[in-house]
């Protein structure tokens, strides 16, 4: 069982991997994709989704580029099952339906696989391709559909080269308040140092 800290912790130590070969690292892509659903107006609990959406990929240890030897390491399963337990729903499950996103996504928007990385290419054949039609009915009737495709945009954009905090203890921080903020509406009263 993994507490908040222990996740803070995920990226004050492993924050500086990079990000699938995107030119940045974890912290940072964490970083941006918190800062615009910030912008973009969302919920604390969606913009601390938007944050921790690949902590899976911290918890699962697996180095480099696991798509580049054919893995799919399943990180947005890793990291819903911790966050349902910290945080709920409105956490977790935006996290559990990013990737599900894609694939709804690229079966239902022409043009949109155009606009993905080469990694997000390269592991939607690893996750299952587009989605079918049964699939995309089931998505669309999940009540936090819209939710996993808002956080979808903000990780599809959220890979700028030189858009970070000021320092990286900064992030931290960030990522803290917004961890004991979302604690706090949801009455958890989690510690945190
Ligand atoms: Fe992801
Ligand atoms: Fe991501």
Request: hydrophobic share 40%; with cysteine.
């Amino acid at each position: 069982m993994h507490s908040p800290l222990d996740l803070l912790e995920l990226y004050v130590f492993k924050g500086n991997l990079a990000y699938d070969g995107e030119g940045i690292s974890q912290i940072e892509h964490a970083w941006q994709c918190g800062q615009l659903a910030l912008q973009a107006g969302a919920t604390p609990e969606l913009q601390l989704a938007s944050w921790l959406h690949d902590v899976g990929h911290l918890m699962t240890d697996l180095h480099g580029t696991p798509t580049l030897r054919g893995i799919d390491d399943q990180h947005e399963n890793v990291g819903a099952q911790t966050l349902l337990a910290l945080w709920g729903p409105a956490v977790a499950e935006p996290v559990r339906l990013h990737v599900h996103a894609k694939r709804y996504l690229v079966a239902t928007h022409p043009g949109y696989v155009q606009t993905l990385s080469p990694d997000s290419v390269r592991s939607l054949a690893l996750q299952g391709g587009p989605m079918g039609e049964q699939e995309c009915a089931e998505f669309r009737a999940n009540a936090f559909a819209l939710a996993a495709q808002q956080l979808r945009s903000w990780d599809d954009n959220g890979k700028r080269v030189g858009w970070f905090a000021p320092d990286v203890q900064q992030a931290h921080s960030e990522l803290q308040a917004l961890m004991q903020r979302v604690s706090a509406r949801l009455g958890s009263g989690l510690a945190l140092l």
